[in-house]
């Protein structure tokens, strides 16, 4: 739903044929997938194409980099990306687990704080500004979270929201569902700084996995940054268990 995303967006044909395609995201992450047996022929523009779409970006004398990460057993992808000028970093993803079959405890909250979905868009303002101060990052814009809620897969009864009982915005767990996989998924989640360490996060994952089973999920998934431990100990807590890593790569562009 990026307008900027769909901007740096390519596709690769034989004739009529689609063999690959790839996107630059606002963070600078190169997405991508080719039919294997044309690896030799767009491998190279693939990534030469990435490497254009962040220097158009870039005034005079600037350096940034183009990212790309896959999962940590992904050997093929490893060696493409090394192959093409890619040095790993320290910086890892981890996706967590949990089987729905299994009991899901109720969640708890301190007393006169809520959980319910969200109103609408007129609360995407308040949801924004709470993902930004949870993370410290700028880029969860009014406009970003308006354009996350106008994507065809959003649901707004499975995003939820802690209410204070002031009726601030306390902490949020956005869930969707895979009706073909039967996989939901119980992120991101994020609790206002002013908040957190009252087990607000822990509630929603709770509550998200509740109604991701009533929808008919079989399992419940999460990603988190492998440096957040929080987070980790927090799904560790309901039950969530590892299921894989994904590593970082890095490739300078001047």
């Known amino acids: 739903a990026s307008e900027e995303i769909r901007a740096n967006t390519r596709l690769w044909f034989d004739d009529d044929q689609p063999v690959g395609w790839a996107y630059v995201d606002e963070f600078n992450n190169l997405r991508w997938e080719m039919d294997g047996q044309y690896g030799e022929r767009i491998g190279a523009e693939i990534v030469a194409w990435g ?37 790993q970093t320290q910086d890892t993803t981890i996706y967590m687990t949990r089987p729905l079959s299994e009991p899901i405890p109720e ?42 809620m106008n994507t065809s897969e959003y649901d707004p009864s499975l995003d939820l929201l802690v209410i204070t009982p002031n009726e601030t915005v306390a902490a949020y767990c956005t869930c969707s569902v895979n009706d073909q996989t039967k996989v939901g ?35 419940a998934q999460l990603g988190t940054s492998g440096d957040n431990i929080s987070m980790q100990k927090t799904a560790e807590s309901v039950g969530f268990t590892v299921e894989y890593k994904t590593i970082w790569f890095i490739k300078e562009v001047n």
Not at 191 to 215: F, I, S, V
């Open 107 to 148: 969640p708890e909250l301190p007393l006169g704080f809520v959980i319910r979905p969200i109103k609408g868009t007129e609360e995407a303002e308040a949801v924004a500004s709470t993902h930004r101060a949870a993370f410290g990052t700028e880029y969860m814009t009014t406009e970003s979270r308006l354009a996350i």
């Open 185 to 219: 998924f119980t992120d991101p989640v994020a609790t206002h700084p002013n908040y957190q360490r009252m087990g607000l996060a822990r509630a929603l994952l709770l509550k998200g996995m509740q109604m991701l089973k009533e929808r008919g999920m079989k399992s």
């Open 51 to 87: 490497e254009a779409c962040i220097r158009k970006k870039l005034a005079d004398g600037e350096t940034a980099t183009l990212d790309a990460s896959c999962r940590e057993d992904y050997a093929e992808r490893i060696s493409f990306l090394n192959g093409h000028g890619f040095r």
